[in-house]
C-alpha cells in the first residue's frame, strides 16, 4: 500500500477561496472521494475539499443528465437517468469498476480530472455527447479538455450529457473482475451516426475518428465493411505493450469487439 503524507486539510467556504487554495501550490489537491489519489501522488501540502457545495447531485433535465463531480460512481451506476443513456452504457461501464466499496468512494469528477490510461469512463463518455462544466472556464467539450492541459488547475463542478436515442455497447477485457483493463472498447449509435472509442490500449481512450467516418459513410454495413474498419481502426490507434497485455493482443482484442459493438448498435 502508497501512504499519502497530508500536512493540511481544508474545507473552504465558497469555491472562490477552493480554487485560490488549488492554485496556489502545484502540491494542493482537491479531494474527492480519494480513491485515485494515491496515484497520482505520495504527498499533499494541502487537501481541499468540495464536500460543502453540493457537487454530489445528478439532475435531469429536459435536455441531458447533469451529473455533480462528487457524485460516486455507485450513485452513477444505479441512477435512473444514466440508465436510460444508450442502453445504459455508462451504467455498465461503472458497474465494472473494482468493487461496491470501491464505487461507494471514488466521484466520477475524480475518475475524469485524473485522465487515466487505464479509465473505463472516459471511453464511454466519449461516444456520449459529453461537455463539462469547470469553475473558471465554463462549458467545454470532452475532447477539448482531453487534449489541452490547462484544465488540471480549474474545478470540475459538472458533467452534462445530452439525452440522445440510441443503441449502445460497452466492453473490458481485464484478467479478473477486481484489475484494471487490459483494453476496454465502447460504441454508440444515435441520430449523430455511430461512435466509437477504444481506451487502455495501454493509452487514454481516444475516439476511432477515421473509422467513424468510414462506418458512417457506408450505404450498408456488411461484413467486408467492418473487416475494412478494423484495418482503419489499427492505423489510427496506438497499441502497445505493458505489463497487462502485449499490443498484438490487444489490436486482436480490438477488432473482435469493434465487430461485435458495430453489430450490435446497429440491429
Known amino acids: 500500500m502508497i501512504d499519502l503524507e497530508v500536512l493540511e486539510y481544508i474545507k473552504p467556504k465558497n469555491l472562490e477561496e477552493a480554487y485560490n487554495l488549488f492554485i496556489q501550490d502545484k502540491k494542493n489537491y482537491i479531494i474527492a472521494g480519494g480513491a485515485w489519489l494515491k496515484l497520482s501522488t505520495k504527498k499533499a501540502n494541502k487537501l481541499i475539499s468540495l464536500d460543502e457545495f453540493n457537487l454530489n447531485e445528478i439532475k435531469t433535465t429536459k435536455d441531458s443528465i447533469e451529473i455533480g463531480a462528487l457524485a460516486t460512481l455507485r450513485e452513477v451506476e444505479t441512477n435512473k437517468g444514466v440508465l436510460g443513456l444508450c442502453d445504459g452504457i455508462l451504467s455498465i461501464a461503472v458497474s465494472k469498476i473494482m468493487g461496491i466499496n470501491v464505487r461507494n468512494i471514488a ?98 481512450g481516444a ?11 457506408a450505404k450498408e454495413i456488411n461484413d467486408d465493411i467492418l473487416e475494412h474498419s478494423q484495418r482503419i481502426m489499427l492505423e489510427e490507434i496506438k497499441f502497445s505493450t505493458n505489463l497487462r497485455g502485449s499490443k498484438e493482443y490487444r489490436e486482436e482484442l480490438a477488432q473482435v469487439y469493434l465487430k461485435r459493438a458495430v453489430k450490435q448498435v446497429i440491429k
Open 107 to 204: 466521484t466520477i469528477g475524480g475518475s475524469v480530472m485524473g485522465k487515466f490510461a487505464f479509465s473505463d469512463i472516459i471511453p464511454v463518455l466519449e461516444v456520449l455527447d459529453t461537455t463539462l462544466v469547470f469553475f473558471k472556464h465554463g462549458e467545454v467539450t470532452l475532447d477539448e479538455f482531453l487534449s489541452n492541459s490547462k484544465f488540471g488547475k480549474d474545478l470540475l463542478l459538472k458533467i452534462k450529457i445530452k439525452k440522445e436515442t440510441g443503441k449502445g455497447f460497452f466492453k473490458k477485457v481485464a484478467i479478473t473482475p477486481l484489475d484494471f483493463s487490459i483494453i476496454n472498447l465502447a460504441c454508440t449509435n444515435t441520430e449523430a451516426g455511430i461512435r466509437l472509442s477504444i481506451g487502455s490500449t495501454p493509452y487514454i
Open 207 to 217: 475516439k476511432a475518428t477515421n473509422t467513424m467516418k468510414y462506418l458512417n459513410e
